[in-house]
Nanobody, 122 residues
Framework: QVQLVESGGDFVQSGGSLRLSCEAS????????MAWYRQAPGEQRDLVAS???????NYGEFVKGRFSIFQDNRKGTMHLQMNNLRPEDTAVYYC????????????????WGQGTQVTVSP
C-alpha cells in the first residue's frame, strides 16, 4: 500500500509564502509524476503544478510564476514553494502521485493524499 503524507498548510497573510511537502511511502517501483491540486469549497479540483521523474514541470495558469514545484533528493518527496499568496489561493491542497508498483510486472497506479489546508487572509 502507498501513502502520501502532505504537510506545510497554514494560515498566512496576503503576500506571504508557504512551502508544501508531499512524501510518498510504500512498495513503489518507480514514480512517474507527482502533482499538487487544489480545491476550494464548491469548486472543482484544479491542477496547481506537476513534475515528472525527469524533472519536467507544468503549472496551472493562475500560478503565473508565483509557485515552484521541485523534487527532494529523497525518492518520492516533492515540494511546492508558494510565494506572493493571494486570498484566492485559499483551498485544500492535495498531493497526487502516479507510480508503478508490483512484481514481476509493475503496474500503473494513482494515489491521492488527504489534503492540507491553505488559508490566505486579505
Amino acid at each position: 500500500q502507498v501513502q502520501l503524507v502532505e504537510s506545510g498548510g497554514d494560515f498566512v497573510q496576503s503576500g506571504g509564502s508557504l512551502r508544501l511537502s508531499c512524501e510518498a511511502s510504500g512498495n513503489i517501483f518507480s514514480i512517474n509524476t507527482m502533482a499538487w491540486y487544489r480545491q476550494a469549497p464548491g469548486e472543482q479540483r484544479d491542477l496547481v503544478a506537476s513534475i515528472t521523474s525527469d524533472g519536467k514541470t507544468n503549472y496551472g495558469e493562475f500560478v503565473k510564476g508565483r509557485f515552484s514545484i521541485f523534487q527532494d533528493n529523497r525518492k518520492g518527496t516533492m515540494h511546492l514553494q508558494m510565494n506572493n499568496l493571494r486570498p484566492e489561493d485559499t483551498a485544500v491542497y492535495y498531493c497526487k502521485a502516479e507510480f508503478k508498483m508490483g512484481f514481476p510486472r509493475p503496474t500503473d497506479f494513482t494515489s491521492w493524499g488527504q489534503g492540507t489546508q491553505v488559508t490566505v487572509s486579505p
